[in-house]
């Protein structure tokens, strides 16, 4: 079954997405509420009228949160897959660009066209099954039309169909060990096999990845509580752990007390 390009969200309460692996460009337009993307390179907060392009192949954490009002958060995301990208580039006649270097969750300048784009598909959020197929790769294809419009510079973010290099472990690491994936998408993100990974990251620090990020991730963990007064409650996901049983037990076992009496002294 082929899977919808366009998502609509609407959340009524304050909602903490697990860590993911960016897929596909996402091109969000933010209804009401707020959003905070939590990324390698920092943070970035949206609100209500903001329209973000966040690119492919990147690690990102959102925060969900209704308004001040009390209106709850929507939005409503069309991602411009690879194979529509493609599509689109053959069509035009787009060969390779430069590589883009800009940031990796853009905030956009609002115009007329984009915003007219955006109101022409919230009606679907009623009328779900009015939204064909046919309908979605049309508005994919505006999608892409205004993007470039409004920023040329983003031909080469958009038409770049290359996989992710080899870059520094140690850098890339050091920025994403808070980040709860898979072992396969750290290797694949750092541009390598899962084996070449695994032999690149003894030689790097001296241990196992999974050794190392457990370690990471319950320093970090213990900096926030004892030096930022954070509970563990509100720790032990920002950090990369699943929940806070196996948070509490890891905690323990590396410095001999639970979160809570370290928060304490």
């Not at 001040?68 to 991602?79: E, W």
């Not at 929940?243 to 007390?257: D, I, R």
Request: hydrophobic fraction near 35%; proline fraction near 5%.
């Amino acid at each position: 079954m082929r899977k919808s390009a366009i998502l609509y969200s609407c959340y009524y309460q304050g909602t903490f997405d697990r860590e993911k692996v960016v897929e596909e460009h996402a091109l969000t337009f933010i209804q009401s509420g707020t959003v905070r993307f939590t990324t390698p390179d920092g943070l970035k907060n949206y609100q209500a009228g903001d329209m973000v392009l966040v690119s492919r192949n990147q690690l990102a954490r959102g925060e969900k949160s209704p308004g001040s009002s009390g209106d709850p958060f929507k939005s409503v995301t069309i991602y411009l897959t690879q194979d529509a990208l493609r599509r689109y580039a053959a069509e035009k006649g787009i060969d390779a660009l430069p590589r883009y270097s800009g940031p990796r969750i853009l905030g956009l300048t609002p115009n007329a066209f984009l915003s007219a784009f955006f109101a022409s598909l919230l009606p679907y959020y009623d009328h779900p099954g009015s939204l064909t197929p046919a309908l979605q790769d049309l508005k994919t294809t505006e999608a892409i039309e205004l993007l470039l419009s409004a920023g040329p510079a983003l031909r080469g973010l958009l038409f770049d169909f290359s996989e992710p290099h080899k870059i520094d472990l140690e850098s890339f690491m050091l920025k994403n060990f808070e980040f709860n994936v898979a072992l396969t998408e750290f290797a694949r993100l750092s541009g390598r096999s899962l084996s070449t990974f695994k032999r690149d990251f003894q030689k790097a620090f001296a241990l196992t990845p999974e050794k190392w990020l457990k370690t990471q991730r319950l320093e970090k963990a213990y900096y926030l509580i004892k030096e930022k007064h954070q509970k563990a409650s509100d720790v032990y996901l920002r950090v990369g752990f699943e929940n806070l049983s196996h948070f509490s037990t890891a905690f323990k076992e590396l410095y001999g007390v639970n979160p809570s009496a370290v928060g304490e002294r």
